[in-house]
């Protein structure tokens, strides 16, 4: 076995850090003598990968699981993790703030300590990293090559002087941030989700290049925590692939929050002077406009991890843009190659992996038949408020040529929402006209990513919007607004028609009852008098 040379670093190098290294990628690991053939070789040990190959694993095949930079891909290490911890601190700072609006009232002098702001977000990485570690892996009968993998020919792949034959392999690469072609931006010291976490002082103005949920997110947290934010989208709105309404909901809230939101900008050129960055733009209305700031995020897109894989000599097709090419069972061009989360799916979502990776398992190793367009893949960007879709948008739906209704049932009609203070979003959902089939969702609140997955079940399982009239939730809970959706949707079957049916059928109780009435009083008076009536 050969000893893996420690090529990885993760900034800054403190206690956290060599802790999630240690787990991640260690010192000193020893790549296994390969046990030939594989029955499963899975490249890339993100959310995808891990799940594939435990799976694999647990159900006794003979995997091998290749990794060249850090177990747990970009969800624990750039991703997922480490932006929800930093969230949250942003999230707390913005309830004491306006914690007056409560009647609370504080004293004292409240700041934000940035350092152990960024010191909690390793902590808790360091302690999640475990789950994703070299040595679990190790422990469930995965064999795990840390280095680069490359394939050689159809069945075969290197690993830093090492060949893996396989019966089946997963291509589970992820992605990468995607950066535009901006005149002077490449010598530009910008930052990515990549590096933006490795900070330890708070820049005092930060510019983020892209509106999209990676943007709006850190762009919203970091002007809580004390920056001064300049957001920068080129389309007419942020959050372009949401629900117009929702994203205008976020926009107003990230204005309140203090941040300078530009839609429509469009940047001719980036400088760096000293330790200033200055980007200049045109405004939606064509004015020539520059942002001076310390720190410059770029946060545009997510482009696939493709490059240096040697797909052609494996005989799989693919695009650098669009990744690898699979069919709808996830099959590459090659048949005994699948492909697995970011590198081959538009969804670009943890959980998104988790599912392919269950499908790529199935159809692999058992010649199943499952197919990811049947998937009903929600999603959720995690500004205050959230933004939760599933499904089809309204644009979407008329783009498909799709007559839809649509039932929305806004926040400051709920109570929970009420008594919360939080009464700006909304509960919308779109059902196939004449039906109660839903085609799509879209929830804005704070909590909306733990609310949507009602609307989700409905869609994966083919059930109506009025089963949910039959769901009986908590009260009160601010989900009660996507149960009253479903209320606004049982409403409207009252038509003309069956309301006249109705009032018959409510007259005719009447009559009836009255009938009896008459019949009781005469039955109760002959009792009392029987003589009179003799």
């Not at 699979?326 to 081959?344: E, M, S």
């Not at 109570?415 to 919308?428: I, N």
């Amino acid at each position: 076995m050969a000893l893996v040379p420690h090529a990885v670093e993760v900034l800054p190098d403190d206690e956290h850090n060599a802790r999630l290294l240690a787990h991640a990628h260690p010192r000193d690991w020893h790549n296994p003598v390969p046990r030939q053939p594989y029955n499963l070789v899975v490249v890339g040990a993100g959310p995808a990968g891990l799940i594939a190959a435990a799976g694999a694993a647990g159900l006794g095949a003979r995997v091998a699981l290749v990794e060249r930079h850090l177990m747990g891909g970009d969800c624990l290490n750039y991703g997922c993790v480490p932006s929800k911890a930093l969230l949250r601190c942003a999230t707390a700072w913005a309830d004491v703030r306006d914690a007056r609006r409560y009647g609370v009232s504080y004293g004292g002098e409240l700041r934000v300590d940035f350092g152990a702001v960024m010191a909690r977000l390793r902590r808790l990485r360091a302690d999640l990293s475990a789950h994703d570690a070299v040595q679990r892996f190790t422990e469930l009968g995965v064999d795990v090559f840390l280095g680069h993998g490359c394939f050689t020919a159809p069945r075969r792949l290197a690993v830093d002087g090492q060949m893996l034959t396989f019966t089946r392999a997963v291509i589970a690469t992820g992605s990468h941030a995607g950066v535009p072609p901006i005149p002077g931006l490449a010598e530009t010291d910008y930052l990515t989700n990549e590096t933006i976490f490795a900070l330890t002082a708070l820049p005092a103005r930060l510019g983020v290049i892209g509106g999209g949920p990676i943007g709006c997110e850190l762009a919203q947290a970091f002007q809580r925590l004390g920056s001064h934010v300049t957001l920068l989208e080129a389309d007419a709105h942020i959050l372009p692939r949401e629900d117009a309404a929702a994203a205008a909901i976020v926009h107003q809230a990230l204005c309140r929050d203090g941040v300078q939101v530009m839609a429509g900008a469009r940047i001719a050129v980036v400088e760096t002077q000293g330790d200033v960055k200055r980007v200049r733009y045109t405004d939606a209305s064509g004015r020539t406009c520059e942002a001076a700031v310390d720190a410059l995020l770029v946060a545009t897109g997510r482009v696939p991890n493709v490059a240096g894989l040697g797909l052609e000599a494996a005989g799989v097709g693919y695009d650098q843009r669009l990744g690898v090419q699979v069919d709808a069972r996830l099959r590459t061009t090659n048949a005994r190659i699948f492909a697995a989360g970011d590198v081959c799916s538009r969804y670009q979502f943890t959980h998104a992996a988790d599912a392919l990776a269950r499908i790529v398992l199935a159809n692999a190793l058992f010649l199943g038949r499952q197919k990811a367009s049947a998937l009903t893949i929600p999603w959720c960007t995690y500004t205050d408020p959230q933004i939760a879709h599933v499904g089809l948008t309204e644009v979407q739906a008329a783009a498909a040529g799709m007559a839809i209704t649509t039932f929305v049932q806004p926040l400051h009609e709920v109570d929970r929402a009420v008594l919360d203070g939080e009464t700006e979003g909304f509960a919308k959902v779109h059902v196939k006209q004449g039906t109660d089939t839903l085609v799509g969702a879209t929830i804005v609140a704070r909590h909306a990513g733990d609310m949507i997955g009602l609307y989700t079940a409905l869609m994966t399982h083919k059930l109506g919007l009025g089963a949910l009239t039959k769901v009986i939730q908590p009260y009160p809970t601010q989900a009660e607004a996507v149960r009253q959706t479903a209320d606004i949707y049982n409403r409207t079957r009252l038509t003309p028609v069956v309301k006249k049916l109705m009032a018959h059928w409510f007259a005719w109780q009447r009559r009836v009852s009255a009938a009896h009435y008459c019949v009781g009083l005469i039955t109760l008076a002959s009792l009392a008098g029987g003589t009179a009536y003799g």
